[in-house]
């Protein structure tokens, strides 16, 4: 089946950009989404990228996509403490419903 | 993007009683939603599809006698964890996908405990 990976956990000072990579190993994933899940909440859409593409930019944040390693990353410019969150990638083949989620990363902004 | 909303947001209820959460669709008519369980520092695990008007898809493992989808209306989806064990006890988040940019938003979750 598919699975998706992520680190566990990112630490990173307030004002420095934050990279958090996903890897997967589904060859016939067609949507990457990025969500973030901050503490007793739902997950929040930040940004997604079709699988013809190599990167999308938005505002502070930025993916970058390696289809060919089947990996996947967020890039998260001045981090600022309110970006502290669990933040889960996540794959959708193309004409399937069911989304796989990441283990999801755990981001410590330091103030 | 699409606003997802869930009623209760989390809920306390004896063992052996049934629990009914709602996941409304407020902005735009979903034809499917998708219902996920969180545990703890967990990943979110997808349950079941459910379908407008049809019976809702369930994920190998997951009862569909203990867990009763209902999507009576496109706006409206719930789950119903019947006779409720304290091994129930999870955060259940709801979920959307709206057409056609094949976006997915999820609802503020129900933090169920069983005692």
């Known amino acids: 089946g598919e699975d998706v990976e992520q680190s566990l956990f990112l630490s990173v000072r307030e004002g420095d950009s934050s990279v958090i990579n996903c890897t997967y190993t589904?060859?016939?994933?067609?949507?990457l989404y990025w969500y973030k899940q901050e503490p007793g909440a739902g997950l929040q859409l930040l940004t997604y990228?079709?699988?013809?593409?190599d990167m999308k930019q938005d505002q502070r944040l930025t993916v970058l996509l390696n289809k060919k390693d089947k990996h996947l990353s967020l890039r998260i410019a001045d981090t600022q403490t309110g970006d502290s969150a669990i933040y889960f990638c996540?794959?959708?083949?193309?004409?399937?419903?069911?989304?796989?989620f990441g283990t999801g990363t755990k981001l410590q902004v330091i103030p | 993007g699409a606003v997802v909303s869930q009623h209760p947001s989390w809920v306390i209820c004896k063992s052996g009683t049934s629990v009914k959460i709602e996941c409304r669709s407020l902005?735009?008519?979903?034809?499917?939603m998708f219902w996920y369980r969180q545990f703890p520092k967990q990943s979110l695990m997808l349950m079941a599809t459910?379908?407008?008007?049809?019976?809702?898809?369930?994920e190998q493992g997951v009862e569909k006698d203990k867990f009763l989808i209902n999507h009576a209306s496109l706006t409206l989806s719930t789950l119903t964890v019947t006779s409720a064990h304290p091994e129930d006890s999870s955060f259940y988040i709801c979920?959307?996908?709206?057409?056609?940019?094949?976006?997915?938003?999820f609802g503020p979750g129900t933090r169920l405990l069983v005692l």
């Open positions: 979920s959307v996908r709206e057409e056609p940019q094949e976006t997915q938003y």
């Open positions: 589904d060859s016939s994933s067609t949507y």
């Open positions: 990228i079709f699988s013809n593409m």
């Open positions: 996540a794959e959708r083949p193309g004409g399937y419903q069911k989304v796989t």
């Open positions: 902005d735009f008519q979903a034809t499917t």
């Open positions: 459910s379908n407008e008007g049809s019976k809702a898809t369930y």
